[in-house]
Nanobody
Framework: QVQFTESGGGLVQPGGSLRLSCAAS????????TAWYRQAPGKQREMVAK???????DYADSVKGRFTIFRDNAANMMYLQMNSLKPEDTANYYC??????????????WGQGTQVTVSS
C-alpha cells in the first residue's frame, strides 16, 4: 500500500501563499485519483481538491480560483498551491488516494497531515 507524507504547512498572513507537498512512498503512476483534504477542530472533513492520473482536477467551491492541485507522477509527488489564503483555510491538510468512484477515501494511504494556519 502506497502511503503519503505531507509537508509545507506553516503560519501565513491572510492573502498569502503556501505550497504543500505530498510525497508518496512508492510509485503513483498506477493510482487513478489522488486528493487533498482538510479538517479543522470542530468542523467536518472537506475534500478540497482531487486530480486524476492524467491531470484532470476538481476543486471544492470554497477554494476554486485560489488553489491548484497538480501531480508529478514520475517523481511520485503531488502538490497543492494555495494562493489568496483566508483564515477559513486554517486546518490540518492531508493527502491520499481516492477510489475510482471519485469520492471514497482510501484511509490507509493518508499521512499525518501538515498544519496550515492563516492569521495576522
Amino acid at each position: 500500500q502506497v502511503q503519503f507524507t505531507e509537508s509545507g504547512g506553516g503560519l501565513v498572513q491572510p492573502g498569502g501563499s503556501l505550497r504543500l507537498s505530498c510525497a508518496a512512498s512508492g510509485s503513483i503512476s498506477h493510482i487513478v485519483i489522488t486528493a487533498w483534504y482538510r479538517q479543522a477542530p470542530g468542523k467536518q472533513r472537506e475534500m478540497v481538491a482531487k486530480i486524476t492520473l492524467w491531470g484532470s482536477p476538481d476543486y471544492a467551491d470554497s477554494v476554486k480560483g485560489r488553489f491548484t492541485i497538480f501531480r508529478d507522477n514520475a517523481a511520485n509527488m503531488m502538490y497543492l498551491q494555495m494562493n489568496s489564503l483566508k483564515p477559513e483555510d486554517t486546518a490540518n491538510y492531508y493527502c491520499g488516494v481516492i477510489g475510482e468512484d471519485g469520492s471514497r477515501a482510501i484511509e490507509s494511504s493518508w499521512g499525518q497531515g501538515t498544519q496550515v494556519t492563516v492569521s495576522s
